[in-house]
Structures are given as structure tokens and as C-alpha cells.
């Protein structure tokens, strides 16, 4: 596609559900990248696909976080037994190239504002 | 482990000021760094990205630097326009597979 396609864009949950985010990289892009963006803060990295091989998950803040990306193309996040510390936006990236490529930017989604009640 | 700051957190200027944003960051070992834009309720927009071997980044009222071994990034925008308030965070690419990202400065442009 054109762009970076999250969805949904808005997701409300009572603490506990779980929830699933998704992501639709530019089309081709080998690498995919998951950001938390807490309000009023700059993002931060929770993990990384090259292709469909997760290569780091350190920023995942605990084991309630999931993301797996199958075919090497759509990814999903998911979160289980949420809490309201995980009140965030979540954001995708894609880039075409390794994650080491020296000049390939990183091109992000809208987002999912998720909001835990 | 990679620290990035932005100063000022926030700015405001009149129409046609230049602005001068900056960014710094800990340790110089970096693949390259990243400007980017983020409007209220939307995500984050590319504006530049300068590779480690680079000094300076251009694209039209933009300019970026970048002095790796004092850890410091400046983002030079002419001439602003009330079109140009947003938010500007930099990123740097350290590890290879991630940004580290500053708070951003959240800029207002008033006409």
C-alpha cells in the first residue's frame, strides 16, 4: 500500500481483555518495527521483525506482550489481561531494508490509541 | 545506553521566524539519525535522515546537522509558517534494529 495502515485507530478495553493491533507495512518492506508512545513522550521501541523473524523483543515490558509476524507481512501486537499503565499509542514502522540499513528511514502509521478503563 | 534529549520542550514563535531546534544524544555510535513531524492525533512523518558519514541534510526550507562527536543534532527550519506548529522529535538509529527517540519540542507558529 501507499502507507503504513494500523488498525483499529481507537480501541477501549476494561482491564483484563485482551486485545490485538494491527499492522500493514509498506508493501516489500523487509522490517517491521513496534513503538509505545505514552502521551506527551517520544516513542519507544518494543520489538522488531526482519521478515518474519522476531529479532528483538527487549522493549516489551513484560509477558503479557505478544507480536508475531507469520508471512513477513502483517504484524500484530497483542496484549493480555491489560492493565491501565498500558493506556498508550501504539505505532508501527516499516523500512525497506535491514534494520542496521544505514539509510533507510523509517516510515510510521497513525497508530492505535488504546485506552484501558 | 542511548539517551536522547530535545531542547526547548516547547517553542513559540511568530511567522517568518527561523526556528532552531536541538537534539542530543549520548553515545556517538550511531547508524544514522532521524527528524521527524508529529501532528495531534496522527503519527510520526519523516523529514530527514542523516547517515553517520553525514554532516548536513537538506529538503527545501529544511536543513539538519549533525555533529557525531559532540552527540548533538540541530534542525534549522526558514522562514516558519503557522503550517509548520507541530511536534519535532529526533531519533537516533544505534542499536540497528531501533530508534531511540527524544521527548520532542512542540512547536507554535503564530501568525
Known amino acids: 500500500g501507499a502507507g503504513v495502515s494500523q488498525s483499529p485507530r481507537y480501541k477501549v478495553a476494561k482491564r483484563g481483555q485482551d486485545v490485538a493491533l494491527r499492522c500493514d507495512p509498506i508493501s516489500g518492506h523487509v522490517s517491521l518495527f513496534w513503538y509505545q508512545q505514552a502521551l506527551g513522550q517520544g516513542p519507544e521501541f518494543l520489538t522488531y521483525?526482519?521478515?518474519?523473524?522476531?529479532?528483538?523483543k527487549s522493549g516489551l515490558p513484560s509477558d503479557r506482550f505478544f507480536a508475531e509476524r507469520p508471512e513477513g507481512s502483517v504484524s500484530t501486537l497483542k496484549i493480555q489481561r491489560t492493565q491501565q499503565e498500558d493506556s498508550a499509542v501504539y505505532l508501527c514502522a516499516s523500512s525497506n531494508g535491514p534494520g542496521h540499513a544505514f539509510d533507510q528511514p523509517q516510515h510510521f502509521g497513525d497508530g492505535t490509541r488504546l485506552s484501558i478503563l | 545506553k542511548q539517551e536522547v534529549t530535545q531542547i526547548p520542550a516547547a517553542l513559540s514563535v511568530p511567522e517568518g521566524e527561523n526556528l532552531v531546534l536541538n537534539c542530543s544524544f549520548t553515545?556517538?555510535?550511531?547508524?544514522?539519525l532521524q527528524w521527524f513531524r508529529q501532528d495531534p492525533g496522527k503519527g510520526l512523518t519523516s523529514l530527514l535522515l542523516?547517515?553517520?558519514?553525514?554532516r548536513e541534510q537538506t529538503s527545501g526550507r529544511l536543513n539538519a546537522s549533525l555533529d557525531k562527536s559532540s552527540g548533538r543534532s540541530t534542525l534549522y527550519i526558514a522562514a516558519s509558517q503557522p503550517g509548520d506548529s507541530a511536534t519535532y522529535l529526533c531519533?537516533?538509529?544505534?542499536?540497528?534494529?531501533?530508534?531511540?527517540f527524544g521527548g520532542g519540542t512542540r512547536v507554535l507558529v503564530k501568525p
Open positions: 553515545d556517538s555510535a550511531i547508524y544514522n
Open positions: 521483525f526482519q521478515n518474519e523473524a522476531q529479532l528483538d
Open positions: 531519533a537516533v538509529n544505534a542499536a540497528g534494529n531501533k530508534l531511540t
Open positions: 542523516i547517515q553517520s558519514s553525514q
